[in-house]
């Protein structure tokens, strides 16, 4: 018999000792891997709505650090930026998270400036675009339409308004997929916020290069004092929700690790002592201490290996049940990286290792003729 399968056969005689352990271990890596999934998502679908955009940069308050920046009159500052070197559009979006239905959780409401190219990067699957700035219609994304149970023609109930359907639309990012837009100046009405936006979007014309990108955000500090020209990816990173979400998974990442570790270790713990007399007999017959020690650290390994296989399987399945809860719909798209699994496998292991190391010396330090006295 070899030391794997003896190992695995000390494990198997206690089975309810084993599988407390395993499970402790599994929550331990479905919380890392949900938690950090889900922030990772949330970081990664606002990203990629800013970049299905076309938008190359974001010029907003430089306090804006909140899910949604804080609103601004675009008349104080869109004409300035119109007239720096190599723009092409600035175009202002107001969003806001605004209930639409008694039985529906609350959606992501975006108003776009009416004919800009904002828009251009949808697919319209049924139905029309609203027809102008002012006409009380709104779009809806496929997945909004399922959501909200809404088709072409109905009417949708919006801060005491009510707005047609127009069409119902596709984008490559699922939080606009779950979202209703609007043009802006509808969008300002409903929440009271004549001329103001959240985000002013820049486009520039295709000479410019990352020196002109850098020249224009100098520009803004220089000229616009409360203002900031940043990226996509850097308003996400600033993005308070995304920080907070970082935050919980590294917290996480410790405890589990810590909790993990206290498990293994109590567990090896409790095995080495009610099998004292057990590693005396093989010391006995001539086992060599670091065989013994090898055999503790294999126990380990296999309990926080199996762990963290049963924790990436069930972190993957309570993140794809929060992706699909009707509060949750729409707003996240957890993302799963084969490093990072890989990452959060070795991760267990090490707890293994960790939680063995104590253990595993005290089966080394036991004296045969001691040991074979232990009833």
Same mark, same amino acid.
């Given at each position: 018999?070899?030391?794997?399968?003896?190992?695995?056969?000390?494990?198997?005689?206690?089975?309810?000792?084993?599988?407390?352990?395993?499970?402790?271990?599994?929550?331990?890596?479905?919380?890392?891997?949900?938690?950090?999934?889900?922030?990772?998502?949330?970081?990664?679908?606002?990203?990629?709505?800013?970049?299905?955009?076309?938008?190359?940069?974001?010029?907003?308050?430089?306090?804006?650090?909140?899910?949604?920046?804080?609103?601004?009159?675009?008349?104080?500052?869109?004409?300035?930026?119109?007239?720096?070197?190599?723009?092409?559009?600035?175009?202002?979006?107001?969003?806001?998270?605004?209930?639409?239905?008694?039985?529906?959780?609350?959606?992501?409401?975006?108003?776009?400036?009416?004919?800009?190219?904002?828009?251009?990067?949808?697919?319209? +699957?049924?139905?029309?675009?609203?027809?102008?700035?002012? #006409?009380?219609?709104?779009? @809806? &994304?496929? =997945?909004? /339409?399922?959501?909200?149970?809404?088709?072409?023609?109905?009417?949708?109930?919006?801060?005491?308004?009510?707005?047609?359907?127009?069409?119902?639309?596709?984008?490559?990012?699922?939080?606009?997929?779950?979202?209703?837009?609007?043009?802006?100046?509808?969008?300002?009405?409903?929440?009271?916020?004549?001329?103001?936006?959240?985000?002013?979007?820049?486009?520039?014309?295709?000479?410019?290069?990352?020196?002109?990108?850098?020249?224009?955000?100098?520009?803004?500090?220089?000229?616009?004092?409360?203002?900031?020209?940043?990226?996509?990816?850097?308003?996400?990173?600033?993005?308070?929700?995304?920080?907070?979400?970082?935050?919980?998974?590294?917290?996480?990442?410790?405890?589990?690790?810590?909790?993990?570790?206290?498990? +293994?270790?109590?567990?090896?713990?409790?095995?080495?002592? #009610?099998?004292?007399?057990? @590693? &005396?007999? =093989?010391? /006995?017959?001539?086992?060599?201490?670091?065989?013994?020690?090898?055999?503790?650290?294999?126990?380990?390994?296999?309990?926080?290996?199996?762990?963290?296989?049963?924790?990436?399987?069930?972190?993957?399945?309570?993140?794809?049940?929060?992706?699909?809860?009707?509060?949750?719909?729409?707003?996240?798209?957890?993302?799963?990286?084969?490093?990072?699994?890989?990452?959060?496998?070795?991760?267990?292991?090490?707890?293994?290792?960790?939680?063995?190391?104590?253990?595993?010396?005290?089966?080394?330090?036991?004296?045969?003729?001691?040991?074979?006295?232990?009833?």
């Amino acid at each position: 018999m070899n030391l794997f399968n003896f190992a695995l056969g000390n494990l198997y005689r206690r089975p309810a000792r084993t599988s407390l352990t395993v499970s402790a271990i599994s929550l331990g890596i479905a919380a890392v891997v949900a938690l950090t999934s889900i922030a990772w998502g949330f970081e990664a679908s606002w990203q990629k709505a800013n970049d299905a955009r076309g938008t190359d940069l974001i010029v907003t308050r430089i306090a804006s650090e909140n899910t949604m920046p804080s609103p601004f009159v675009a008349s104080k500052v869109q004409p300035t930026l119109a007239g720096f070197p190599h723009v092409q559009e600035v175009v202002g979006l107001l969003s806001e998270m605004l209930s639409v239905s008694n039985d529906a959780p609350p959606v992501f409401v975006f108003g776009w400036a009416y004919g800009s190219y904002l828009w251009d990067h949808l697919k319209l +699957v049924d139905g029309r675009w609203p027809g102008n700035d002012a #006409e009380a219609s709104v779009v @809806i &994304g496929s =997945l909004a /339409a399922e959501m909200l149970h809404k088709k072409i023609g109905d009417q949708l109930e919006i801060e005491g308004r009510s707005f047609q359907v127009s069409g119902i639309y596709e984008s490559p990012a699922v939080v606009e997929n779950g979202a209703v837009l609007m043009t802006l100046t509808q969008a300002q009405q409903i929440t009271d916020k004549p001329g103001k936006v959240n985000i002013l979007n820049i486009k520039l014309d295709g000479r410019a290069s990352e020196a002109d990108v850098e020249d224009f955000k100098a520009r803004v500090r220089a000229t616009m004092p409360g203002y900031i020209a940043i990226t996509s990816g850097e308003l996400v990173q600033k993005n308070a929700v995304v920080r907070i979400s970082k935050a919980m998974s590294n917290a996480t990442i410790l405890i589990a690790g810590l909790v993990g570790a206290l498990v +293994v270790f109590n567990t090896m713990l409790m095995s080495i002592n #009610e099998r004292t007399r057990e @590693i &005396g007999i =093989l010391l /006995a017959l001539g086992w060599q201490r670091r065989t013994i020690v090898k055999l503790v650290f294999s126990e380990s390994t296999i309990l926080t290996l199996v762990g963290g296989i049963a924790g990436i399987v069930l972190g993957i399945a309570i993140t794809w049940g929060l992706e699909h809860v009707e509060l949750m719909r729409g707003k996240i798209d957890a993302v799963f990286s084969i490093p990072f699994l890989f990452g959060v496998l070795g991760l267990s292991v090490v707890l293994g290792i960790c939680g063995g190391i104590y253990p595993a010396l005290k089966a080394a330090r036991l004296l045969p003729s001691n040991a074979l006295r232990q009833e």
